[in-house]
């Protein structure tokens, strides 16, 4: 059996990537041959990248970036399984250089982005696939949103970039952004004005502020009166523009732009895992159905 030296594992290593003992082993395995265990790994690595698709990645981060001029923007959400997986360096890098690409690139959608040429050559859901096989865990780039501004962009990022935001606004200073940018990731506001409230949000509210005002007893044309201060107090807590500024609550946003002569065009709001369902397990079960498995066996 030939000798595997630490040079061979260190090039094959430099050549896939993949951790150490699994180039030891692929050497082993054929037999000292370099190109012969560099195909092993990427049959091994593919078929782990298989394997992983299957699971659901609810966790991970926010990678964003903005342009020196601040007048474009990107933000994308990568996921993965575990919050481990997305405190690592790999993964932190590849969420950055996803936004990068973003920015410069503006792909229409995700499979477009996964298609694109990454700074190593190789393609996006080829890095991909790499990175699921060195981690083992499921990756998935969920959605990602670009802005270009029609006034400078602000940006914040919350929480280990679990939450992200960027405002497009005119006027005021650099703070006034952040403080913007900030609100948003505090608030989560659905829209920046009532008029962009989803009417289906507004009729579910509705629905339910009826719901409630019949109970009271009261006669039709209260009611309504009810109904309406419901509504009305529930757009003024969702929109970015009705809301309380967060630094003082004795004004509302749109009264801060107005005295700073400023005004927001858009925003975006990431939140990480927003709207996945994510897998919920019984550690004891699981050991005992594994048990049960083994006793058979």
Same mark, same amino acid.
Do not use: W
């Given at each position: 059996?030939? +000798? $595997?030296?630490?040079?061979?594992?260190? +090039? %094959? =290593?430099?050549?896939?990537? @993949?951790?150490?003992?699994?180039?030891?082993?692929?050497?082993? #395995?054929?037999?000292?041959? !370099?190109?012969? @265990? +560099?195909?092993?790994?990427?049959?091994?690595?593919?078929?782990?990248?298989?394997?992983?698709?299957?699971?659901?990645?609810?966790?991970?981060?926010?990678? %964003?970036?903005?342009?020196?001029?601040? &007048?474009?923007?990107?933000?994308? +959400?990568?996921?993965?399984?575990?919050?481990?997986?997305?405190?690592?360096?790999?993964?932190?890098?590849?969420?950055?250089?996803?936004?990068?690409?973003?920015?410069?690139?503006?792909?229409?959608?995700?499979?477009?982005?996964?298609?694109? =040429?990454?700074?190593?050559?190789?393609?996006?859901?080829?890095?991909?696939?790499?990175? $699921?096989?060195?981690?083992? #865990?499921?990756?998935? $780039?969920?959605?990602?949103?670009?802005?270009?501004?029609?006034?400078?962009?602000?940006?914040?990022?919350?929480?280990?970039?679990? $939450?992200?935001?960027? *405002?497009?606004?005119?006027?005021?200073?650099?703070?006034?952004?952040?403080?913007?940018?900030?609100?948003?990731?505090?608030?989560?506001?659905?829209?920046?004005?009532?008029?962009? *409230?989803?009417?289906?949000?507004?009729?579910?509210?509705?629905?339910?502020?009826?719901? &409630? @005002?019949?109970?009271?007893?009261?006669?039709?044309?209260?009611?309504?009166?009810?109904?309406?201060?419901?509504?009305? &107090?529930?757009?003024?807590?969702?929109?970015?523009?009705?809301?309380?500024?967060?630094?003082?609550?004795?004004?509302?946003?749109?009264?801060?732009?107005?005295?700073?002569?400023?005004?927001?065009?858009?925003?975006? !709001?990431?939140?990480?895992?927003?709207?996945?369902? &994510?897998?919920?397990?019984?550690?004891?079960?699981?050991?005992?159905?594994? @048990?049960?498995?083994?006793?058979?066996?």
């Amino acid at each position: 059996m030939a +000798e $595997i030296t630490a040079s061979m594992v260190k +090039e %094959l =290593r430099a050549k896939t990537d @993949a951790p150490m003992m699994e180039c030891k082993k692929a050497l082993s #395995e054929a037999g000292g041959d !370099l190109a012969k @265990a +560099e195909e092993i790994l990427r049959i091994k690595l593919g078929n782990r990248a298989s394997r992983a698709a299957t699971r659901i990645a609810a966790e991970g981060l926010v990678g %964003l970036r903005v342009s020196p001029d601040a &007048k474009r923007g990107a933000m994308v +959400e990568l996921n993965c399984e575990t919050d481990f997986v997305a405190k690592n360096p790999d993964f932190i890098a590849f969420a950055g250089e996803l936004a990068k690409l973003v920015v410069e690139a503006n792909p229409v959608d995700v499979q477009a982005l996964s298609a694109m =040429r990454h700074a190593g050559g190789s393609s996006v859901e080829e890095v991909r696939g790499a990175l $699921i096989g060195r981690i083992g #865990e499921n990756i998935t $780039i969920r959605r990602f949103a670009r802005l270009e501004a029609t006034g400078r962009l602000a940006q914040y990022v919350h929480g280990g970039a679990k $939450i992200a935001t960027l *405002v497009d606004y005119s006027g005021g200073d650099e703070q006034l952004g952040r403080d913007l940018a900030m609100q948003v990731a505090a608030t989560r506001p659905v829209a920046l004005s009532a008029a962009e *409230v989803p009417q289906e949000l507004v009729r579910k509210e509705r629905d339910i502020a009826a719901a &409630k @005002a019949a109970e009271s007893g009261k006669p039709a044309n209260i009611v309504e009166k009810m109904v309406d201060g419901a509504v009305q &107090k529930y757009l003024k807590e969702v929109t970015l523009l009705g809301q309380p500024f967060v630094k003082d609550d004795k004004q509302t946003v749109q009264a801060l732009l107005k005295a700073k002569g400023a005004r927001v065009s858009k925003f975006v !709001l990431f939140v990480v895992g927003e709207g996945i369902e &994510k897998k919920s397990s019984d550690f004891a079960a699981e050991v005992m159905a594994q @048990a049960g498995m083994a006793a058979k066996a």
